[in-house]
């Protein structure tokens, strides 16, 4: 008779031969994704414009539309942004050299208690949104807690989780926005765990759309265990009063809700930020987070910037601005509407994701936009499923109506091209259709 023991030992064998042959099969597919499009020449690119106005960017010697850039209310070159970076680089030098847990740059207190006002809430600025998931998820989450991760969770979130993996907490993934599987998940853990982690982006960095805010209140209310982390890095500055983004509005400061941004993106400047329910949480963090006792600090030119960003959010004229965009948003949705794109569901954000299907086929479609003038980004594994790949196209002021629908009329015009030419190659790539407009 076989030993339960001896049983054990081999189904814990045979699960880490099959999670290396899995790992190396991703591997192997995000090689041969990679290698597609730098074949292609579409990715690993480099400017070569000797200053930039946001709308184009030159590569290979021609200036395409940039539909790529997350910079969505354009405001890199706003005369009072590179004002404040070049009066601290005259003040403080390109850099302050010293970690913070000894010592930093007095702009910093000054960022945070804007950030604060803001967004009525404790806030901490991190050098990047990365190295901000590194200080907080270790710290609070617990041995014996669960986290539960959105499928579509960025990826700098997941790496922060695999610290805790490491220490033996139990990591599950949630298919993408599945409100109905978390809650069965939740019922089904919390009689094992103290708390439960739900981790999701505010806005999704590839498809564009949101986490559904209203259900995850109605857990957060139903569930005392369910505790949540969002990561609204490409949700501030574009919306929200005074560019607080989605989450930090919708919140307001939940007992139970932790919320990371970024200060580059549409903020224009560089860095990240973490909100806080509490003054405890934040100190805790501030003391005892790794990256905060470890890696650098923000350089003066960028702190100010930051400085001179989040002073002009609170201002007037943002409300306007963020209105422009989203008019172009909703030109954009009813444009690929009429079309017939095969886009997942429409978006109420500068991103957009059109699912053309076959790495291959997505990297020719951005290839031969590059040759009309027009620069947009790949979305293909992992960052999509392998078979999910697409367009990813980011809208921001800099860009003209007119631009936006010059996009979309030379990508319907290249659909049918584009599904010949690998044919000819792949016999087995589908063919790319147009779904039913509505």
Known sequence: MISISLVYKLNTQLAIIMSKTRNQENLAR???????????????????????????????GQDLLHFGSCSYLGLEQHPRLKEAAIEATKNFGTQFSSSRAYVSLGLYQELEAMLEHSSGQPALVSASTTLGHLSLVPLIVEEGDVILLDHQVHASVQMATQLMASKGVRIEYIRHNRMDILEERIQKLSSKHR????????????????????????????HAQLHLYVDDAHGLSWTGEKGMGTAVPHFKGHERV???????????????????PDQKSKQKVRIAGGTMIFSGPLQPPVIASCLESIRWHAEPEIAALQQQLMNKIQVANRIIRQKGFDQPQETDTPIFYLKMGEPTLAVEMVKRLMDRGIYVNTAVYPSVPYKKAGLRITLNNKLSLKDIALLFDTIEEEYSVVSEVNLQGDKQVKPLRLVAAS
């Open 195 to 222: 708390k439960i982690w739900y981790m999701a982006d505010g806005i999704y960095s590839m498809y564009g759309d949101m986490t559904p805010y209203q259900e995850l209140s109605r857990l957060l209310e139903a």
């Open 30 to 60: 995000v090689q041969k994704t990679v290698s597609q499009a730098l074949d292609a020449g579409v990715i690993h690119l480099a400017t070569e414009d000797k200053h930039f106005i946001g709308k184009t960017i030159r590569l290979k």
């Open 258 to 276: 932790y919320i990371a941004g970024s200060l580059s993106k549409s903020f224009a400047a560089g860095g990240g930020v973490l909100f806080f």
